[in-house]
């Protein structure tokens, strides 16, 4: 128990020498020791700013880093919506041009008047020597809506255009323009010639056709049947109202195949060939009316009116 005592205040004994020696030395030499505080304190400060340092300008590379990425997202977002207006402009300008070159042709084949219509206009295209998918989007979108605008103006007298043609046609249909019956001639003209049942002096008001009994008889426009019945000497007759102050007649018919208020087509049928009324033999004897007075038909006839071969009478 004595030597367990002695060991443990040996150990006491050392550590409390060296607890002197050290306040010893700070008494000897206080500026020293002050240094080596300060200077521990400096050093453990940079470590800590370093690491501060450190974390922060890892943020600063990460959200740069973001950013880069958010950027090249939105051009090429940017890009493809470019190339989208682009490819579209394209489109709309290539059918701008078909529709000019359409309004043209239907202009000269309508033959309307010179400057009515102007389907010369250039198409519109934005921006200057670039090529269009480098243009800005701004420039497209006003490029495309100049093409639109001269869309919705080609497109107004295209139109006009049609309304015009249409009516054009109307008109033409509704002119007569073709042989009554197929496949004939002529066997009496208009005007002057002699009766054909007491060889008098007479006025023919028609042009006559050679055709056999049944032959198919024809309307020569577009009309409507204003009369279709028998009427003294001209026998089963039909009048078609062509509406522009035309109006045809076909008679001395064996049997009629419209009725009053038929709609009818240029060509279409309207009653059988035969001799009905006031006649010698089987033919056709067409009339052109004109604002209520009786004209030559030989020029509603076109080219293939037949050139008379005689002046035989037929009625």
Do not use: C
Not at 86 to 113: F, P, S, W, Y
């Amino acid at each position: 128990m004595a030597l367990k005592k002695v060991v443990i205040k040996s150990r006491q004994t050392r550590a409390e020498r060296l607890a002197q020696q050290i306040q010893g030395f700070a008494a000897d030499r206080p500026m020293l020791v002050l240094g080596a505080v300060l200077g521990l304190g400096m050093l453990m400060g940079v470590g800590a700013s370093t690491a501060t340092g450190m974390v922060t300008n890892s943020a600063l590379q990460a959200k740069v880093a973001r950013q880069q990425a958010e950027l090249a997202q939105a051009q090429r977002a940017s890009q493809t919506q470019v190339n989208a207006l682009a490819a579209r402009l394209g489109e709309l300008q290539a059918q701008a041009t078909r529709l000019n070159a359409l309004g043209e042709r239907l202009t000269d084949m309508g033959k309307l008047k010179d400057g009515e219509f102007d389907f010369d206009a250039p198409v519109g295209v934005g921006g200057g020597d670039e090529p269009v998918s480098d243009m800005p989007v701004e420039s497209l979108k006003q490029s495309l809506g100049e093409v639109e605008q001269q869309f919705s103006t080609s497109g107004q007298q295209l139109n006009v255009l049609a309304s015009l043609l249409f009516d054009h046609q109307l008109e033409q249909n509704a002119v007569p323009s073709r042989m009554p019956i197929r496949n004939t001639y002529i066997t009496s003209g208009f005007g002057g010639r002699a009766d054909p049942f007491d060889g008098g002096s007479a006025f023919h008001k028609g042009v006559d056709f050679h055709a056999n009994v049944g032959d198919p008889v024809l309307s020569v426009a577009d009309g409507v049947v204003s009369y279709a019945g028998v009427r003294g000497g001209y026998g089963n007759v039909v009048d078609v109202d062509h509406g522009n102050g035309y109006v045809t007649r076909y008679a001395h018919n064996s049997r009629l195949v419209v009725k009053v208020g038929d709609l009818v087509r240029a060509g279409q049928q309207v009653a059988k060939a035969g001799s009905s009324g006031r006649s010698t033999g089987a033919h056709v004897h067409f009339e052109v009316w004109a604002n209520g007075r009786v004209v030559n038909p030989r020029k509603f006839l076109g080219d293939t009116a037949a050139t008379p071969v005689g002046r035989r009478g037929r009625g």
